[in-house]
Nanobody, 126 residues
Framework: QEQLVESGGGLVQAGDSLRLSCAVS????????MAWFRQPPGQERQFVGT????????TYADFAKGRFTISRDNARNTVHLQMNSLKPEDTAVYFC???????????????????WGQGTQVTVST
């Protein structure tokens, strides 16, 4: 059974950093397209970034560019989201997602992913 388990969320102050982790079972993060999304309170789920199934190429939303970094640890079958210089507007539930079929293009829609983690809360105070 495919499972994605997120961890690392918490409460931080503006300017601080967090590293989120997504431990995957049932499929290989090195062979499938992975992504991070987030959902602020009362808003739609929004794209954060991706890491491709070929070569580990990363793509980011504009708000994440220069502050957030996605990486993967193939040996531990885990993907990470390093978040630096956090802002209050980064407050959201952060989700890890995987696509186990099809293209390795940097897809930005939640409907392009067929497996999801439970989400982890990130709260950034002023």
């Amino acid at each position: 059974q495919e499972q994605l388990v997120e961890s690392g969320g918490g409460l931080v102050q503006a300017g601080d950093s967090l590293r989120l982790s997504c431990a995957v079972s049932g499929f290989s993060v090195g062979s499938n397209h992975m992504a991070w999304f987030r959902q602020p309170p009362g808003q739609e789920r929004q794209f954060v970034g991706t890491i491709s199934s070929y070569g580990g190429r990363t793509t980011y939303a504009d708000f994440a560019k220069g502050r957030f970094t996605i990486s993967r640890d193939n040996a531990r079958n885990t993907v990470h989201l390093q978040m630096n210089s956090l802002k209050p507007e980064d407050t959201a539930v952060y989700f890890c997602a995987g696509r186990t079929y099809g293209s390795s293009l940097p897809m930005r829609s939640p409907t392009d992913y067929n497996f999801w983690g439970q989400g982890t809360q990130v709260t950034v105070s002023t």
